[in-house]
């Protein structure tokens, strides 16, 4: 067995696939797969911000293509995996990040918000999971990360649904990865604890841009409060655990939830 540390982490020409990659954990996690030699087509529906990681991964000198769609449309997601496909001939990684919160309590939650959430985190993650696993067995195999959160672990008010859909996302893994390890599948969720990125910033940042520094202060007390590591997170705690499941360090790894959330759940 291979037991070169470098080597056993690296992505040289492999080609990845990142969606939700305009900002956070999607954005961190593909500019570590560049950096770890890999190509790139990134996804999301903030067709900006997605240029502005473009970018980075460009500087970094490897192969990158942006593409502007949104991942709860079924078509758009095949037409992603396709263009890594075309461009690279290949798919080795497949990350399913973009993901979308929206807070109500139960008794609150409209049909709307049902649909919107259930749209993005779970379906958009089926359909990813679904274009890529077909894509990665007719090419002898690959690595499929999906993110979920430590929100499926332990309940909060007013994340019912979101809770409910990153659930379903650790149990789509674990059917995935009992169906495609034969064909040399590998099928991984992580579950993030609380990280600095736009899902959360939203609390202290309006839309404008205005921050509001106590009110961030007294929401990163609280929750780093309840981490026994004593901090929040950042997305590159993320795109590490993201990077080991990419990799071939972790070719014995498949189903599984892997936990980077400072110790806040241990189920
Ligand atoms: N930040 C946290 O504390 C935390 C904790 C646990 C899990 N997560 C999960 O991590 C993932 C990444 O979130 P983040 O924290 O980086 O937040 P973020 O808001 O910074 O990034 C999410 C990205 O997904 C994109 N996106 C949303 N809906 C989309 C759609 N329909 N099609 C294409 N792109 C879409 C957004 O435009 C955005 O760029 C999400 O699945 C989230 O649920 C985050």
Request: aromatic content about 4%; glycine content about 10%.
């Amino acid at each position: 067995m291979q037991t070169d540390i470098a080597r056993a982490f690296d992505l040289t020409d492999r080609a990845a696939v990142v969606t939700g990659a305009a900002s956070g954990i999607g954005r961190a996690a593909s500019i570590l797969f560049a950096k770890a030699g890999a190509n790139l087509v990134i996804a999301d529906r903030e067709s900006g911000a997605l240029a502005e990681t473009a970018s980075e991964i460009s500087k970094l000198g490897r192969e990158v293509v942006p593409v502007v769609m949104d991942v709860s449309i079924r078509s758009e997601v095949e037409a992603l995996v396709g263009t890594a496909l075309d461009r690279f001939e290949r798919l080795d990684v497949m990350a399913n990040v973009a993901g979308i919160m929206r807070n109500a309590m139960f008794l609150d939650v409209t049909e709307e918000d049902l649909d919107a959430i259930i749209g993005v985190n779970q379906k958009g993650v089926f359909f990813g999971c679904q274009a890529a696993a077909r894509a990665m067995a007719e090419r002898g195999g690959g690595s499929i990360i999906n993110i979920a959160s430590a929100g499926m672990d332990s309940p909060a008010p007013d994340i019912s649904v979101y809770a409910m859909t990153k659930a379903a996302v650790a149990m789509m893994t674990r059917s995935l990865a009992i169906e495609m390890g034969p064909q040399g599948v590998r099928v991984n969720t992580v579950a993030p604890g609380f990280i600095d990125t736009g899902m959360t910033q939203r609390h202290w940042i309006d839309g404008d841009g205005n921050q509001d520094l106590e009110a961030r202060d007294t929401m990163w007390g609280q929750m780093s409060a309840r981490v026994p590591l004593g901090s929040i997170g950042q997305p590159e705690d993320i795109a590490f655990a993201m990077l080991y499941l990419a990799s071939d360090a972790s070719r014995f790894v498949t189903g599984q939830v892997v936990r980077p959330n400072g110790g806040v759940a241990m189920p």
